[in-house]
Structure formats: C-alpha cells, structure tokens
C-alpha cells in the first residue's frame, strides 16, 4: 500500500495543501502511485485517438465515454489551455489478473478512483475538475445490459457518479505521462517467496485547476 512518502509532485514550485491532501485521498482511493503534474506535460497525441477509429477498438461506439461520442484531441487540447494542474495516478496489478475475468473489477475501481479525485477536488473548490480513466464503461459497468442509455436517448447514464471517459478517445499520450513522473511503464514485484510476478498497471487523469 502506497503511503504518504510515495507521494510525487512534478510541478515547479510549492504545492498547495489542497492539492497534497486530494493526492493522499487518491491513495485512500485506491491508486498506487499518483502525482500531481503541470497541465502543461499532458501531451496530446493525434493519432492516438484515431487508432480507437482505425484499426477499429472493440469498445469504438459502444458507450458515451468513447468515440465517437467524445469531443476528440482538438477540443481536449484546447481545455488543457484552461488548466494549470493535473493529477496523473496508475494502479498496479499484475498481468495474469488484468487480463483475466477480474479485469473488469480492476477497469472498474480505476473509474472509482477516478471519479473519486474528482469529486474531492470540487469539494475542496477546484469546481472545474475533470477526470478521465480507461476501458469502455459499457463493459465494465452496463456489461449485463444490451445497449449504452447515453447513447440511446431513452434514459440518463445508469452510472454517472463513476463512469469517466476514457483517456484514448482524446489523445492523452500515456508514455509521456509516465515520462513526466519518471514512472517504470514495465515492472516486476516480488512475493516473499522471491517469486517474479509480471505487473501492468491501468492509470487516470483528473484535471484539478
């Protein structure tokens, strides 16, 4: 479990205690590595959100948080023009889990993460937090149902308080990210028997201020 000396801060300059206490709140969450980061090191990437169009992701038209139901990297871009400060946090899991039937439990608690940051950076007054996660919410929360209500018209979002949009449908270079915190994006953890276990991870944003 991560704890208050993992704590990473990119940005030049003191960090508020607003700002520090809704990066230990990420770790309550559940994240397990987050770090507050300039806006200005979110790096847009084109051809990135077309990859979701052509070749054509599984999860493309399938709910209201990925294309082509997003507003794209243009629009993103120009938001990111609005922002000074980003929260950037992953969560790491390892592979064999990821890509099994729990999967969706992991995509899942990444979108309660992020949506939690999010929340509590508008309770702590940034009103204008925005946060993005991963995957296709259809999948991870309405996977039991046929159809996207968003996406229909015939109803609200069954899950609005969790459900984020997903951070491909806009470009964000998730390398760069990790650049940016100086972030290991291959790992290998160790169990107390020294046995290799290989680790991914699935990672958010939430725009602060």
């Not at 007054?125 to 296709?136: E, I």
């Not at 996207?148 to 609200?156: D, R």
């Not at 291959?186 to 276990?197: E, I, L």
């Amino acid at each position: 479990m991560a704890t208050p000396n993992s704590l990473k801060c990119t940005g030049s300059g003191p960090v508020s205690k607003a700002l520090s206490d809704i990066v230990q709140k990420a770790y309550e969450f559940g994240a397990t590595g987050v770090a507050n980061i300039p806006a200005k090191k979110i790096v847009v990437d084109y051809n990135l959100a077309a990859r979701c169009k052509e070749p054509r992701c599984e999860n493309y038209g399938l709910s209201k948080s990925c294309p082509p139901y997003v507003s794209g990297p243009t629009a993103f871009k120009n938001l990111l023009q609005t922002f000074q400060q980003a929260i950037f946090f992953k969560i790491d899991v390892p592979s064999e889990i990821l890509y099994s039937g729990e999967g969706r439990e992991i995509f899942e608690l990444l979108h309660h993460v992020a949506s939690g940051i999010e929340k509590e950076a508008i309770k702590m007054g940034y009103t204008n937090a925005q946060g993005y996660a991963g995957g296709s919410c259809k999948k991870i929360f309405c996977h039991d149902h046929p159809e996207c209500l968003a996406i229909s018209k015939k109803e609200k979002c069954r899950n609005p308080q969790y459900a984020r949009p997903s951070m491909s449908g806009f470009g964000i270079n998730v390398s760069k990210l990790f650049e940016a915190t100086g972030w290991n994006m291959s790992a290998v953890s160790y169990d107390k028997d020294a046995a290799a276990t290989k680790m991914t991870y699935v990672c958010g944003l939430v725009l602060i201020y």
